[in-house]
């Protein structure tokens, strides 16, 4: 196996239209921290590298609905993503963003190169436009039918109920999203990556190269792609919103995100030191990228050909990408608000990462699926971090400040069970080493947490309390033994737990700067003097969890009344649309319905009659200021009672996008009793 002088370690981009989530923490963040952390402690120069993703269409599509600039939204989320990863003890280099002025220009360097060598394909295709909206639509502004699965909701470029790669043309009753009208084709010109001429090339690199080492559902995945044949792949796009194609004849096209966003990694290596081509260019650098299995293909096929075709960048020594993780056997959605966002868990437990941290790591999704549950998260907390780790370290460590005023015993004598218990640190830590290089950082944790458990089963059978009076050398023994446990355990607890192996070197009043190889049988010297001990975790009681699972419950029940509410609304014939009578009416009087909140009392002129109507507009109309408006009022609508007052139809209004109510007016005053067509 290769020798490397250093490491360059990423970390897939997050998307920045919304917060972090325990799926993108289990698939991609905590792995390759702990991966970082082992390798800072083993004293070997690494850098660990990510940023946030903020080009691409559903950016522009939240900044539409929300009526903001795609810079307001990404700015938001950036910050939300960046503050969360700080205060949960992600220990990236740099943070960096795909929006910055270095990446803008380390992107448009790299395209330009691509194009000056010829790398690229120009084509005239047809793509869809939006003639209302009056521009090209991007893979996610358009929706249809699924051709495989049949979901209605599925985007141009993927279905998200199967999973099918997609492209516009095969989707089934295509519809724009932004003006939800059909779309026409029109000619438009792309460039492409020619990934076709990469296919030999790829499968001697990756599929013959890295059989051995690259984890088993990486390498289907790919021998997937690979014998379904590869084809050209744009990579410009007709958008406003990302980094211009950097040629003359490209205006109004921008660089596709998922070429973009990739060489994000070598900009924030840009931001972080003038050194960075060391880290790229250098065949002694070990690259290593952590992901997802969503992204499989763009970093294990997309960007090594645009590395490779570029010519002076190093490729991927290993991508671990993990598979999915769910909540509560369901899969996680960030449209259906069904996730642990990161932000929310540390406001609402601001002292517990490490506990998020271990529980994560205990289930990462290396092979296959796993589910993350509440009951879940707080057994691994009372039984196994509070019941063993956090109580081998107070008892040992309140014994030794109860009978030695905090000072390590001096040992003699040591008997076969000391000696047998100290001889395991050694063991434990090849093996956490072990696992930790080859990416299986479930196992690596177990190891880890084997060494308290062994420590903890220790302390119970030796019972050194029994000894302080009648044999107080076997009491100092033990001690002596587990201190050195506790000290061990501090610092492989680093990569895994790093909070809670700060608060033990706090406790053994030792510098926390320990590497790798201070990891032995006599850590602690005779004599040297502990601090105070105090508690490492505290128990989490059934209400805790209940109110999370509560708050997930009232979840699932929103979504399956917006889904039921969805489902009923049917497509109607012209005939039902033309039974309705919309007429304009104008509001002579107002008056809030006695002992209620939302209604008021309207008299509506509509020309040639005038009539009462209750409506739900109290919380945003003072009854005031409404006289004398006109607006449209469903007239056939069937009367009904509500609190005693007989109402005649219903006015039509509109919910903006702060969920307030706003009428629906003409936009010129016309005859009251006009009718609407």
């Avoid at 960096?96 to 790299?110: E, M, P, Q, Y």
């Avoid at 699965?149 to 043309?169: F, H």
Wanted: hydrophobic share 35%; with cysteine; net charge neutral.
């Amino acid at each position: 196996m290769k020798e490397y002088k250093r490491y360059l370690v990423t970390a897939a981009l997050p998307y920045a239209n919304g917060p972090v989530h325990i799926g993108h923490l289990a698939g991609v963040y905590v792995p390759a921290d702990i991966y970082v952390r082992y390798l800072r402690l083993k004293g070997e120069d690494v850098l660990y590298v990510c940023g946030s993703d903020e080009h691409g269409v559903p950016i522009t599509l939240k900044a539409k609905k929300e009526g903001k600039t795609p810079q307001e939204i990404v700015d938001r989320y950036h910050n939300i993503i960046k503050k969360s990863f700080e205060e949960f003890g992600i220990s990236f280099d740099i943070y960096s963003r795909t929006s910055s002025k270095v990446h803008h220009k380390t992107a448009s360097d790299f395209f330009k190169t691509l194009y000056d060598k010829k790398i690229f394909i120009e084509k005239t295709t047809k793509q869809y436009y939006d003639e209302k909206a009056k521009q090209f639509l991007a893979d996610r502004y358009i929706v249809g039918t699924c051709p495989k699965c049949g979901y209605e909701k599925a985007y141009g470029d993927q279905c998200e109920k199967c999973g099918t790669s997609l492209s516009p043309l095969e989707l089934i009753n295509p519809v724009s999203a932004i003006t939800e009208t059909k779309p026409v084709l029109k000619e438009t010109k792309h460039w492409f990556l020619p990934l076709d001429k990469y296919e030999d090339w790829l499968r001697d690199w990756i599929l013959r190269g890295h059989k051995s080492d690259w984890k088993p559902n990486v390498l289907g995945q790919v021998k997937s792609w690979l014998d379904d044949g590869l084809k050209p792949r744009a990579v410009t796009r007709d958008l406003e919103w990302g980094v211009p194609v950097p040629i003359e004849d490209a205006k109004g096209k921008v660089l596709y995100v998922w070429f973009d966003a990739p060489i994000g990694y070598i900009s924030a290596t840009k931001e972080l030191t003038d050194e960075w081509e060391k880290y790229w260019k250098d065949e002694d650098t070990k690259l290593v990228h952590f992901i997802g299995k969503d992204n499989i293909v763009f970093h294990c096929i997309i960007f090594p050909v645009m590395l490779k075709s570029h010519g002076e960048y190093i490729l991927p020594d290993n991508v671990p990408a993990n598979e999915f993780l769910n909540l509560e056997n369901n899969k996680i959605s960030t449209s259906r608000n069904w996730a642990v966002w990161l932000n929310e868990y540390l406001d609402e437990f601001p002292d517990k990462q490490d506990v998020l941290r271990y529980v994560i790591t205990s289930i990462i999704p290396e092979t296959k699926d796993s589910d993350f549950t509440w009951k879940d998260f707080q057994a691994k907390n009372n039984n196994e971090l509070l019941a063993i780790l956090g109580n081998f370290v107070n008892r040992t460590l309140t014994l030794i400040y109860k009978y030695y005023g905090g000072e390590i015993p001096e040992p003699k004598n040591l008997q076969e069970e000391d000696v047998a218990l100290l001889k395991e640190i050694g063991k434990i830590k090849e093996l956490v080493a072990k696992n930790i290089e080859n990416y299986k950082f479930r196992e690596a944790q177990l190891q880890m947490m084997n060494l308290f458990r062994a420590g903890n089963k220790y302390l119970t059978e030796s019972e050194p309390w029994k000894y302080h009076k009648t044999e107080p050398q076997r009491t100092r023994n033990i001690l002596y033994v587990a201190s050195q446990i506790t000290a061990a355990g501090a610092i492989l607890s680093m990569p895994f737990l790093p909070f809670t192996s700060d608060k033990i070197f706090n406790m053994l009043n030792i510098d926390s700067s320990k590497k790798w190889e201070d990891i032995k049988e006599d850590i602690l010297p005779s004599g040297h003097k502990i601090s105070k001990p105090f508690l490492l975790f505290e128990k989490i009681e059934d209400k805790v969890v209940e109110k999370q699972i509560e708050k997930l419950k009232k979840t699932a029940m929103q979504n399956e009344a917006a889904e039921k509410e969805n489902k009923n609304k049917q497509e109607i014939d012209y005939d039902d649309f033309a039974k309705m009578e919309i007429v304009s009416a104008t509001i002579l009087e107002a008056e809030r319905v006695p002992k209620t909140k939302k209604l008021l009392k309207l008299k509506l002129n509509l020309g040639e009659e005038q009539r009462t109507v209750v409506s739900g507009i109290a919380e945003y109309y003072n009854p005031e200021n409404i006289i004398g408006k006109q607006v449209l009022l469903l007239k056939n609508l069937k009367p009904r009672k509500i609190r005693g007052i007989e109402s005649k139809g219903m006015i039509l209004m509109a919910e903006d996008k702060d969920g307030r109510l706003v009428f629906v007016s003409p936009e010129n005053k016309i005859s009251n009793g006009s009718k609407i067509s």
